[in-house]
């Protein structure tokens, strides 16, 4: 079942900070967060599996609430590079492939 | 982190032929890929899993026989869209897993024009 991520769209201006989330309502092995540009394949950023994770690297960082199945995916300080439309997918139990939300579009202005 | 080719970027054919894409892992060996297709604004949709030596799975809706998947190594995958028609004109990415980690990574994807 595909996650659901919110807010589709936002804009920001520079050196401001952002949210995405990532909601299932199944339960979750492991949250993955890509950022795609456009007419570009999707780029990995970070990985956070089962068990409660906290990750960051950068000014980029995601948490893992795994009881509540969510995730969100924090933007401090945006730059112009981070627009991009940012996509979570989610894994299920039992090593099944990613399924990706409809994805979020950043846009990054000066 | 890992990198992942895909060949050809781009392939233009006519209605009816057949187009083969590759997907390689370059610096690591990858027992799953996966193939997906992504229209213009929209998510990437699942088309199939690809497991070295043995038959890919496909997703609901997805025609095997159409989308011919061969993964013979655990450095590649192929692709093979057959009897290709305009409404099969999209852009097909392929990921593959690293198997120590789980991190998926993409290649930078097919875009296919079938006219």
């Known amino acids: 079942q595909q996650p659901v991520q919110s807010p589709q769209a936002v804009i920001l201006r520079e050196g401001e900070d952002a949210v995405i989330n990532c ?16 007419g570009e394949a ?40 981070y627009s991009g439309t940012y996509f979570c997918g989610t894994e299920g139990e039992g090593n099944t492939p990613l399924v990706f939300g409809k994805g979020t579009r950043l846009s990054v202005i000066a | 982190g890992a990198v992942v080719s895909q060949h050809p970027s781009r392939v233009i054919c006519k209605s009816g032929t057949s187009v083969k894409i590759e997907c390689r892992s370059l610096d690591f060996q990858a027992t799953t890929m996966f193939w997906y297709r992504q229209f213009p604004k929209q998510s990437l949709m699942l088309m199939a899993t690809s497991n070295e030596g043995s ?24 692709l093979t869209v057959t009897s290709a028609h305009p409404e099969d004109s999209s852009f097909y990415i392929c990921s593959a897993r690293v198997t120590s980690s789980y991190e998926q990574y993409f290649g930078p994807g097919t875009r296919l024009t079938v006219t």
């Open chain 1, 23 to 38: 909601s299932s309502s199944k339960a979750l092995y492991s949250v993955h967060w890509y950022r795609q540009k456009h």
């Open chain 1, 42 to 81: 999707p780029i990995f950023l970070m990985i956070l599996l089962k068990g409660g994770e906290q990750k960051g690297h950068d000014k980029i960082s995601a948490s893992f609430n795994e009881k509540k199945q969510q995730s969100s995916l924090y933007l401090t300080a945006s730059q112009l590079s």
């Open chain 2, 55 to 78: 038959k890919a799975t496909y997703e609901q809706g997805v025609e095997k026989d159409k989308f011919l998947i061969n993964h013979a190594s655990l450095t590649l995958s192929t």
